[in-house]
C-alpha cells in the first residue's frame, strides 16, 4: 500500500520570502509524484509532478519540486511567496502500473503575511 | 470543454435521508473517479469507473454508498440513510486512462 506523509498542517510565512513544503511517501511499487493546490474556495489543480526523467520539476507560477528517491522525499519550494499564493497544498501519489486512484497526503495549508 | 462538473454544489440533509449527487466528466475522458474529503484532511479515494465498468471500490465505500455510470459518461453517487459521519466534500475527477486527472468543484454534503 502506499501513504503519503506531509510533515506541516500550517506553514505562515512573509510575503517574498521561501517556503519549503516538506512530503515523504512509502511505497512498495514505482509511483508517480504529485503537488495539487487549493485555493479558498475552489476546487484541486495540479501544481506539478514527476513522472519519469529530471528528478527536479517545475510549475509556471514559480514552484519547483525535487524527487529523492533514496529519501522518499518530494518536497515543494518557493524562492519568493505572493499573497496569491495562499492556499491548502496536497502530496500525492500514484501507482505508476495502473496511474488510478490517487493517493494524498492531509494537506499543509500555506498562508502569507504582508 | 467546460471541465468537471458536479451537481448539487451543496446539499443539506437530514440524518437518515438519502442523496443523490451527479458528475459530469470532461466528454472524451473514460475513467470517472469518487473521493471525499473531510474538514482538514487529504481527499481520500473512493471508487472509480472505466467507461461503464466499476474498476475499483474503497473500503471506505459502506454498503450505504452506491455510484454507478450506466452509460460512461456522467456517474451518480447515492449515498442511503445518511449519517452525521457522511458530512464532507465530495469531488469527482476524471482522465484518459493513464493520464492528469481534473477535479469538479466539488458538492458539500452536511448532515444535520
Known amino acids: 500500500a502506499q501513504s503519503v506523509t506531509q510533515l506541516d498542517s500550517q506553514v505562515p510565512v512573509f510575503e517574498e520570502a521561501p517556503v519549503e513544503l516538506r512530503c515523504n511517501y512509502s511505497s512498495s511499487v514505482s509511483v508517480y509524484l504529485f503537488w495539487y493546490v487549493q485555493y479558498p474556495n475552489q476546487g484541486l489543480q495540479l501544481l506539478l509532478k514527476y513522472l519519469s526523467g529530471s528528478t527536479l520539476v517545475e510549475s509556471i507560477n514559480g514552484f519547483e519540486a525535487e524527487f529523492n528517491k533514496s529519501q522518499t522525499s518530494f518536497h515543494l519550494r518557493k524562492p519568493s511567496v505572493h499573497i496569491s499564493d495562499t492556499a491548502e497544498y496536497f502530496c500525492a501519489v500514484t501507482v505508476y502500473s495502473s496511474a488510478s486512484k490517487i493517493i494524498f497526503g492531509s494537506g499543509t495549508r500555506l498562508s502569507i503575511r504582508p | 470543454d467546460t471541465g468537471v462538473s458536479q451537481d448539487p454544489r451543496h446539499k443539506i440533509t437530514k440524518r437518515g435521508q438519502n442523496v443523490t449527487f451527479r458528475c459530469d466528466p470532461i466528454s472524451e475522458h473514460n475513467r470517472l473517479y469518487w473521493y471525499r474529503q473531510t474538514l482538514g484532511q487529504g481527499p481520500e479515494f473512493l471508487t472509480y469507473f472505466q467507461n461503464e465498468a466499476q474498476l475499483e471500490k474503497s473500503r471506505l465505500l459502506s454498503d450505504r454508498f452506491s455510484a454507478e455510470r450506466p452509460k460512461g459518461s456522467f456517474s451518480t453517487l447515492e449515498i442511503q440513510r445518511t449519517e452525521q459521519g457522511d458530512s464532507a466534500m465530495y469531488l469527482c475527477?476524471?482522465?484518459?486512462?493513464?493520464?492528469?486527472?481534473?477535479f469538479g468543484p466539488g458538492t458539500r454534503l452536511t448532515v444535520t
Open positions: 475527477a476524471s482522465s484518459l486512462a493513464g493520464s492528469e486527472q481534473y
